[in-house]
């Protein structure tokens, strides 16, 4: 078990530049949930898919922020155009189709994003 | 509206005392809530979970009560090593749907020799 990629492990832009992060969760777990990570805020989710599909997108904050997963074992975070106020560390974790309940959330190890 | 709360100051301990660290929630009665370690440059990996019908939980030498009346659970490191250093996340879902997972801020822990 390779556990949740996450890439790039490093992400440093330029202010307005589209960014793009991906994701491959466990195989086998139906829910994936993308989380970002400040000091002041700590961990935050900003949409989570079932079955590919997205479930609740309440916590994205602004319209900048789009989220994808084409299939079982790929997704994607594109911020577009990035603004300095989005560097933070960016976790993708997956879960089995039980829920959170029942199955904890396997993460990734993040991507940290600089926007200079 | 709903928090979690944990001490945002270090908690520094010597090593062989055990560690307690708090979480608090407010408002909402969580059905379960979950313990995450959390390591530089890592993500959080799950530890513990313990349901609203369970008063304490253990796994080797960690434990975690849940008091639904005081809305606190409490995670115990006994016999603490310096290879226990690290955050420490409670998290929990504050919805009620069951999938949802907010995590307080954590805890920083350091075992000392």
């Known amino acids: 078990d390779a556990g949740v990629i996450q890439s790039p492990r490093h992400e440093v832009t330029e202010m307005g530049q589209e960014v793009t992060l991906r994701c491959k969760p466990i195989s086998g777990h139906d829910y994936l949930f993308w989380y970002r990570q400040t000091m002041m805020r700590g961990l935050e989710l900003l949409i989570y898919f079932n079955n590919n599909v997205p479930i609740d997108d309440s916590g994205m904050p602004e319209d900048r922020f789009s989220a994808k997963m084409p299939n079982a074992s790929f997704s994607t975070l594109k911020i577009q155009p990035s603004e300095p106020r989005d560097s933070a560390v960016y976790f993708c974790a997956s879960s089995l189709a039980k829920g959170v309940l029942n199955s904890p959330l396997h993460f990734g190890n993040g991507t940290r994003l600089t926007v200079t | 509206s709903q928090k979690i709360e944990q001490n945002s100051e270090a908690l520094n301990i010597q090593e062989g005392k055990t560690a307690t660290l708090t979480c608090n929630y407010t408002n909402y009665s969580p059905a379960y809530l979950q313990w995450y370690r959390q390591d530089p440059g890592r993500g959080p990996v799950f530890l513990l979970l313990?349901?609203?019908?369970?008063k304490e939980k253990r796994k080797e030498r960690l434990k975690v009560t849940f008091d639904t009346t005081l809305k606190q659970s409490l995670f115990h490191i006994t016999a603490s090593q310096p290879a226990d250093s690290a955050t420490y996340l409670c998290?929990?879902?504050?919805?009620?749907?069951?999938?949802?997972?907010?995590f307080g801020t954590g805890t920083q822990l350091k075992v000392e020799l």
């Open positions: 998290a929990l879902d504050l919805t009620g749907g069951g999938n949802k997972l907010t």
């Open positions: 313990i349901r609203e019908n369970e």
